[in-house]
């Protein structure tokens, strides 16, 4: 036994005589995997709305994830994950009245903008102007980043504002 902590399909594919065994093998990992995060997302949700349910005032800490960066089957529970991002532009009119919707509707959000230039006074004075509450910001319901390749990373395309959000390891604009 050379690598002991392959699953059976990788060490299949590894040992593939052929070309086309090796795809068969590939494939079918992709197709498992695929319904086992799917699996493991619909129990996130689940796992979600029963600690809203059961303990809507405590913060939930998940210290199997402070500890290791591996993927476990244990709830993940961090009601940051399924925030939306938005992607702005400090020049931007119809950015400024999208976070101020956002902000409106008590939505919880991070906005990252793309001409910062890593300036954290060109973000303060453009949320300031966007009518950004600052006691949003202090408690984390809304957070102002510099965007440094976010937009680019993500697939980002098409007019700003964006609104952005992670469903199913997919980022799909709102």
């Not at 009518?131 to 102002?144: E, M, Y």
Request: hydrophobic fraction near 35%; aromatic fraction near 6%; glycine fraction near 6%.
């Amino acid at each position: 036994m050379y690598s002991p902590n392959l699953d059976p399909l990788t060490a299949l594919g590894i040992e593939a005589r052929t070309e086309q065994e090796r795809r068969r093998y590939a494939e079918l990992q992709v197709e498992f995997e695929r319904r086992r995060v799917a699996k493991l997302l619909a129990y996130q949700r689940a796992y979600d709305d029963a600690w809203q349910r059961l303990h809507p005032t405590q913060l939930r800490i998940n210290a199997s994830t402070a500890l290791s960066t591996r993927l476990s089957s244990k709830p993940l529970a961090s009601p940051i994950e399924r925030r939306p991002a938005v992607f702005v532009r400090s020049d931007c009119e119809a950015c400024d009245r999208r976070v101020q919707q956002l902000q409106t509707a008590g939505d919880a959000f991070d906005i990252y903008m793309l001409d910062s230039q890593n300036d954290d006074a060109l973000i303060r004075r453009w949320a300031a102007r966007a009518g950004i509450d600052p006691a949003k910001v202090r408690t984390g319901t809304i957070t102002l980043n510099h965007d440094a390749g976010r937009w680019n990373a993500i697939g980002g395309r098409g007019e700003l504002p964006a609104v952005v959000k992670e469903i199913d390891g997919r980022w799909e604009r709102q």
